[in-house]
């Protein structure tokens, strides 16, 4: 148990385009998800708090207007990366919060973006 | 701000061999969580520790709390090859109204045959 899902793995934009990365615990309820940025051979740092149902909250220095997050529903966030750039080339990979235990985090496969 | 320094960050030994990663913090952690990562993918959930003095032990992989839950550490025995991956630690804290994850930078560890 505890899957969760991220698509695209891969995607591939032109600067000024928006891309749409979506984050699904495929086995469990998740009302809460994170949403994290890895740069290379660097550790995760963490970009946005999502709830189920509210407004996501962000880390300091990340923009919101950049960085959409949607979390509709208690299976499904998705983070909307606006007007691109080069710069926001990166591993974006997200994770989902068990109800039960100690509250751990699982964490999907991520997602390589790549802005030209 | 709370931080945690893990060492060493980087890792490389030859099969067989032993080795301990550490995770160092000023600050107490509710629990605390030991991930692997391989590149590409995202980090697996290996072990969470709450208890003061905890050691949990998973095949040849030995993780230990500290007693004042502000340090951990996590020992491999007779390392293989498919040990190699990049380790983190990362604290929680409830006091926070999210109870977010804090995580070390990782010790990229490279088991050589």
């Known amino acids: 148990g505890a899957v969760v899902s991220q698509h695209p793995s891969r995607v591939i934009c032109k600067s000024g385009t928006s891309v749409k990365i979506e984050c699904r615990s495929l086995?469990?309820?998740?009302?809460?998800m994170f949403w994290y940025r890895q740069f290379p051979k660097k550790s995760l740092m963490l970009m946005a708090t999502?709830?189920?149902?509210?407004?996501?909250t962000y880390e300091q220095g990340v923009e919101k207007d950049k960085f959409l997050i949607n979390h509709a529903s208690l299976t499904l966030s998705t983070l909307t990366v606006t007007s691109a750039h080069p710069e926001d080339s990166s591993f974006y990979i997200c994770?989902?919060?068990?109800?039960w235990g100690l509250g751990e985090q699982y964490f999907g496969p991520g997602t390589r973006l790549t802005v030209t | 701000t709370q931080l945690l320094e893990q060492s060493p960050q980087f890792l490389s030994i030859q099969e067989g061999e032993n080795l301990t990663v550490y995770c160092n913090s000023s600050?107490?952690?509710?629990?605390l969580q030991w991930y692997r990562q391989e590149p590409g993918e995202g980090p697996v959930l290996l072990v969470t520790?709450?208890?003061?003095?905890e050691v949990k032990k998973l095949k040849r992989l030995t993780f230990q709390f500290g007693d004042a839950r502000k340090d951990s550490s996590l020992h491999i025995t007779a390392a293989q090859t498919g040990d190699t991956g990049l380790y983190l630690c990362?604290?929680?804290?409830?006091?926070?109204?999210?109870?977010?994850?804090?995580f070390g930078k990782g010790t990229k560890l490279s088991v050589k045959p």
């Open positions: 999502s709830n189920e149902g509210s407004k996501a």
């Open positions: 994770s989902a919060r068990a109800g």
């Open positions: 600050s107490v952690f509710s629990s």
């Open positions: 990362a604290g929680l804290n409830y006091g926070g109204s999210q109870g977010n994850l804090i």
């Open positions: 520790v709450v208890t003061g003095g």
């Open positions: 086995d469990f309820q998740a009302t809460t």
